[in-house]
T-cell receptor, first 109, second 114 residues
Framework: KNEVEQSPQNLTAQEGEFITINCSYS?????LHWLQQHPGGGIVSLFM???GKKKHGRLIATINIQEKHSSLHITASHPRDSAVYIC???????????FGQGTRLTINP | DGGITQSPKYLFRKEGQNVTLSCEQN?????MYWYRQDPGQGLRLIYY???????QKGDIAEGYSVSREKKESFPLTVTSAQKNPTAFYLC?????????????FGPGTRLTVT
């Protein structure tokens, strides 16, 4: 069974801090997604990656296929980064996603 | 503007009534999905459709029904058989196929049944 675990569940930090959110999964996958959910509920896709590292602005996502682990990093964090960050995995040949429970990030000014 | 719309944003129903949640996309995506989100839990797949006139049950399909008569539309009906219908419902779409594709999400509908 494909299980996705995120840590921490909740994270509070001060503006400017470097943030790391972790995601571990249990089976081989074709891709891993990082999503952002704002308080209103809408979800935005941040990254989809199957190997290595991707960067978009202050956000960096990495994945280690052998260790079945991915991290999402936020540099120079800002209060507008406050949201729930969700990791989801996708199996080979399937479009269905399996989701982690999310990490609630709060950045204080 | 391309995207996914869900309506309404908030929906209130009495127990025992069926209710239909709307999901429309103009991204020309073949695949569409319905997810349910409960507090403290990850999103769970209710139903998905890879192509018009075809759909499959997800992990928690009991008490729900869908149709896919048009590529753009994938409505979800929450029936009276669903034991705990109060939740946040999200619709998504993606390009179909064997290669992984990004999913695009709608703004969600918060359903409250009393």
């Amino acid at each position: 069974k494909n299980e996705v675990e995120q840590s921490p569940q909740n994270l509070t930090a001060q503006e400017g801090e470097f943030i790391t959110i972790n995601c571990s999964y249990s089976v081989g996958i074709s891709a891993l997604h990082w999503l952002q959910q704002h308080p209103g509920g809408g979800i935005v896709s941040l990254f989809m990656l199957s190997s290595g590292k991707k960067k978009h602005g202050r956000l960096i996502a990495t994945i280690n296929i052998q260790e079945k682990h991915s991290s999402l990093h936020i540099t120079a964090s800002h209060p507008r980064d406050s949201a729930v960050y969700i990791c989801a995995t996708q199996l080979q040949g399937a479009q269905k996603l399996v989701f982690g429970q999310g990490t609630r990030l709060t950045i204080n000014p | 503007d391309g995207g996914i719309t869900q309506s309404p944003k908030y929906l209130f129903r009495k127990e025992g009534q069926n209710v239909t949640l709307s999901c429309e996309q103009n991204l020309n995506h073949d695949a569409m999905y319905w997810y349910r989100q409960d507090p403290g839990q990850g999103l769970r797949l209710i139903y998905y459709s890879q192509i018009v006139n075809d759909f499959q049950k997800g992990d928690i399909a009991e008490g729900y029904s869908v149709s896919r008569e048009k590529k753009e539309s994938f409505p979800l009906t929450v029936t009276s058989a669903q034991k705990n219908p109060t939740a946040f419902y999200l619709c998504a779409s993606s390009i179909s196929g064997t290669v992984s594709h990004e999913q695009y999400f709608g703004p969600g509908t918060r359903l409250t049944v009393t």
